[in-house]
């Protein structure tokens, strides 16, 4: 098992370039099983996850070849409905197979999943809504064994709560229903518009991009999928507070502001430029007559897009580590999302829970210390990657195989910037 070592009080800077979407790839990647011939998907991320996926996809009798950046997958041999413990353990998003499976097969075995351990992340309303289409959802020994006799039948599905993944795998069930399937109080993040857009591209006939409601008229079938996957906005609002922790500045390049929009307010709060293209972000600090930086105090509460990501929680508490002041960071999306404070204490961050928040005394930017920690999952891991570059002394960080989950290239990318970080064996 490996470590990173970060060597800490380097201002970052430069430009990196974000790598496509890891919460996009993995339900355009399950959409494929919608219908049988070759398809393409374009800037697809090479990491952990995308790779156990694709593990799953042949476990179905799904065949992938990578060209660079792109994936070729041939689904016309589908001969597989069950995604058994093994491959669905290590990753959630394994659920979405389901969908896909009922809608093109009428049956689907699928292991209740795991994942990073920081919340009960249950599925029941993937349940509900299949059970709302027709399907018949008997949960047996960990598994969830679903199927339907014919075409499932277009109802209204309502959210109690946004969800993500419950909003993805139910689209790819409804869009071959028969008759009109209406989701009320979707979620809208940007990786459902990217799954909306490859699906509408295959014959889907879906209204409501964007929004919190969505219409689906079921289509007999449909046909080959060519799609680019949209950058990942998470890696980029990562590197971003990477640069201002540091004390550098920089651009990430091939990503989409849009897709930020809470995380640049804040940014713009904290007292940081942000100057935005269509496709590029730049941080950078406002000139000082003597010459200091200081970072100002800015309270964050996590909500659904557009809200502030929970995926950027751990990442801007870190920072404001960094800060001048005392913050407020309350997490409303996942109950657990709270196990880097531990690791960042140790680091000599001022932080105390307080039940679904966070309260941070900030240190300043000089005000932590390297140290060895522990990664507790993915998010968690770059807010250690984050502390670490900004502390001084030596940090290192054990159990890093989250970060290889959801960050491609990192090393690589992080010294481009001009960071010292290496990986060792443990």
């Known amino acids: 098992m490996e470590k990173l070592i970060v060597e800490g009080g380097r201002p970052l800077h430069g430009t990196v370039r974000i790598s496509g979407a890891k919460n996009a790839a993995l339900p355009l990647i399950a959409a494929t099983l919608l219908a049988p011939g070759q398809h393409r998907l374009g800037n697809v991320p090479d990491l952990r996850d995308t790779r156990t996926f694709l593990k799953l996809m042949e476990n179905l009798g799904v065949r992938h070849e990578r060209q660079g950046d792109a994936l070729l997958i041939d689904s016309t041999n589908l001969n597989g409905s069950e995604a058994p413990y093994e491959l669905v353990k290590t990753m959630r998003a394994s659920v979405l197979v389901l969908g896909p499976l009922l809608a093109r097969l009428g049956r689907a075995k699928v292991s209740l999943p795991g994942g990073c351990a920081i919340g009960a992340r249950p599925i029941n309303f993937h349940i509900m809504g299949l059970e709302k289409l027709g399907v018949t959802c008997r949960l047996e020994h960990g598994y969830v064994d679903a199927e339907i006799a014919g075409r499932m039948q277009g109802s209204t599905i309502y959210f109690d ?22 989701m009320k109080n979707a979620a809208r993040e940007p990786e459902i518009a990217n799954l909306i857009d490859m699906l509408t591209g295959m014959g889907a006939d879906i209204e409501g991009r964007n929004t919190d409601k969505l219409t689906i008229r079921g289509v007999p079938q449909l046909g080959t999928a060519d799609c680019d996957i949209i950058p990942d906005r998470i890696e980029a ?11 550098g500045e920089g651009t990430v390049t091939h990503c989409n502001p849009a897709h930020l929009p809470s995380l640049l307010e804040k940014l713009r709060a904290a007292g940081i430029i942000v100057e935005e293209t269509e496709t590029t972000i730049s941080v950078r600090w406002p000139k000082d ?23 950027l929680q751990a990442q801007f508490m870190a920072l404001m580590s960094l800060s001048s002041d005392i913050c407020v960071i309350t997490e409303t999306i996942f109950e657990n999302r709270f196990m880097h404070v531990a690791e960042l204490q140790r680091m000599g ?20 210390s390297g140290a ?25 960080i054990s159990r890093i195989y989250h970060l290889e989950r959801g960050y491609e290239n990192l090393v690589e990318k992080l010294t481009g910037l001009g960071a010292s970080v290496w990986k060792e064996e443990e």
């Open 161 to 182: 709560i946004p969800s993500v993944t419950g909003t993805e795998n139910l689209l790819m069930a409804a869009v071959m229903a028969e008759g009109t399937t209406i």
């Open 237 to 247: 609002g990562t590197y971003l507070i990477a640069l201002v922790a540091t004390g």
């Open 349 to 368: 961050a001022g932080i105390r829970i307080d039940g679904h928040s966070c309260v941070v005394s900030g240190r300043g930017l000089q005000g932590l």
């Open 372 to 396: 060895p920690v522990m990664a507790t999952d993915l998010r968690a891991s770059s807010s250690l990657v984050i502390a670490g570059l900004a502390a001084t002394g030596r940090t290192e």
């Open 289 to 311: 007559a003597a010459g200091q930086k200081s970072l100002k105090s800015v309270d964050i509460k996590t909500m659904p897009f557009p809200g502030y990501p929970t995926d």
